[in-house]
């Protein structure tokens, strides 16, 4: 039989996230306790939210991320391989067995600006793929990728360059231009 | 009953032995109280295990003493009820056509099981928009996995 009152999923995430009232709280539990398509509704979001945690660990989700969460990381025993090239600058690099995740820190001076994109391009110019409109904390001097490890482990030598743009309805601004020659570990 | 317990337990206790431990823990003490005739209306069941649920895990978090006698008294507990996995090939074709913003806030929450205020200040987006972000995320992504687009 199926309920005729859902609880919304949001609304299990935030209980699940601890995230609710203590009113709003009691009434998602009592209900939970009285019905079985809730209940299966909240081990689905505690499963997408356990899928989510093995991904991350896994290190192959194209994401910007932050010095917190690679702290909690390497905690947790993962290691963590970081290059930082300069604005305008390059760095070789490659990625052994031993690496969980692969940061690239990108250093800019994101002082008042709103909206920032990030272009992967090959040698030539030419964009591979485009991540719009990331988050960044104003303050910060650098944004940080994680670069899906698996593309790396897989790819051959090859050279990315990582093209940080500021965005504005006039158009966008090269903020820095890094350049990632990689090899394969040997 | 028992995989409702659990839930409770993880949601409360953040650990998956110590929900385990709850679950055994909970029907013992309503087997027994049925027994002693102190659940007169079995349709209010369902009350009173959310109650003896609350309890306990208030007893545990007071420091744990009626729960040691509990572990020592009753039998370890013999049953997991793990959520079915998601598929992962999938979960993360799904994560890929969020959003930045929405990939950052939703991978970030849930691995940390961090709140709105923590994931906010870390990406420098407020608490209101954090939510709103994780709630549209949580949307796409489980309309991506049954099947729909992101």
């Given at each position: 039989?199926s309920c005729a009152n859902p609880i919304d999923p949001a609304t299990l995430a935030d209980y699940w996230?601890?995230?609710l009232?203590?009113?709003e709280e009691?009434a998602v539990e009592e209900h939970i306790f009285s019905c079985e398509d809730c209940t299966r509704q909240l081990q689905s979001v505690?499963?997408?939210?356990?899928?989510?945690?093995?991904?991350?660990?896994?290190?192959?989700?194209?994401?910007?991320?932050?010095?917190?969460?690679?702290?909690?990381?390497?905690?947790?025993?993962?290691?963590?391989?970081?290059?930082?090239?300069?604005?305008?600058?390059?760095?070789?690099?490659?990625?052994?067995?031993?690496?969980?995740?692969?940061?690239?820190?990108?250093?800019?001076?994101?002082?008042?600006?709103?909206?920032?994109?990030?272009?992967?391009?090959?040698?030539?110019?030419?964009?591979?793929?485009?991540?719009?409109?990331?988050?960044?904390?104003?303050?910060?001097?650098?944004?940080?990728?994680?670069?899906?490890?698996?593309?790396?482990?897989?790819?051959?030598?090859?050279?990315?360059?990582?093209?940080?743009?500021?965005?504005?309805?006039?158009?966008?601004?090269?903020?820095?231009?890094?350049?990632?020659?990689?090899?394969?570990?040997? | 009953?028992?995989?409702?317990?659990?839930l409770?337990?993880?949601?409360?206790?953040?650990?998956?032995?110590?929900?385990?431990?709850?679950?055994?823990?909970?029907?013992?003490?309503?087997?027994?109280?049925?027994?002693?005739?102190?659940?007169?209306?079995?349709?209010?069941?369902?009350?009173?295990?959310?109650?003896?649920?609350?309890?306990?895990?208030?007893?545990?978090?007071?420091?744990?003493?009626?729960?040691?006698?509990?572990?020592?008294?009753?039998?370890?507990?013999?049953?997991?009820?793990?959520?079915?996995?998601?598929?992962?090939?999938?979960?993360?074709?799904?994560?890929?056509?969020?959003?930045?913003?929405?990939?950052?806030?939703?991978?970030?929450?849930?691995?940390?099981?961090?709140?709105?205020?923590?994931?906010?200040?870390?990406?420098?987006?407020?608490?209101?928009?954090?939510?709103?972000?994780?709630?549209?995320?949580?949307?796409?992504?489980?309309?991506?996995?049954?099947?729909?687009?992101?």
């Amino acid at each position: 039989m199926s309920c005729a009152n859902p609880i919304d999923p949001a609304t299990l995430a935030d209980y699940w996230l601890a995230e609710l009232s203590p009113t709003e709280e009691s009434a998602v539990e009592e209900h939970i306790f009285s019905c079985e398509d809730c209940t299966r509704q909240l081990q689905s979001v505690i499963a997408l939210a356990e899928g989510i945690r093995t991904l991350a660990r896994q290190g192959n989700l194209g994401m910007v991320v932050t010095r917190e969460f690679l702290d909690r990381l390497a905690r947790e025993g993962l290691r963590a391989r970081e290059y930082a090239p300069q604005a305008g600058g390059a760095v070789a690099c490659t990625v052994t067995a031993q690496d969980d995740l692969l940061i690239g820190r990108l250093a800019a001076d994101l002082t008042g600006i709103e909206r920032v994109d990030v272009a992967l391009c090959d040698p030539s110019g030419a964009e591979r793929q485009r991540l719009q409109d990331i988050p960044f904390r104003a303050g910060l001097s650098e944004v940080m990728l994680n670069y899906p490890i698996g593309l790396a482990r897989q790819s051959g030598p090859d050279v990315l360059v990582m093209k940080l743009l500021a965005v504005t309805s006039q158009g966008e601004r090269l903020l820095g231009e890094y350049t990632f020659n990689h090899t394969p570990s040997a | 009953m028992a995989p409702r317990i659990r839930l409770y337990g993880l949601r409360h206790l953040r650990d998956e032995q110590a929900a385990a431990d709850l679950v055994q823990q909970v029907l013992m003490m309503t087997i027994e109280s049925m027994r002693a005739g102190k659940v007169r209306d079995l349709a209010k069941i369902e009350s009173f295990v959310l109650g003896t649920c609350r309890m306990v895990v208030l007893e545990i978090r007071r420091g744990g003493a009626r729960r040691e006698r509990l572990l020592e008294q009753y039998l370890p507990p013999v049953s997991a009820f793990p959520e079915p996995a998601p598929d992962l090939d999938k979960l993360a074709e799904c994560l890929g056509r969020l959003a930045e913003r929405e990939r950052s806030v939703v991978v970030m929450t849930f691995y940390e099981e961090h709140s709105s205020d923590t994931v906010a200040g870390a990406l420098g987006l407020s608490h209101e928009n954090i939510r709103v972000i994780r709630h549209r995320a949580l949307g796409r992504l489980r309309k991506c996995m049954s099947g729909g687009a992101a």
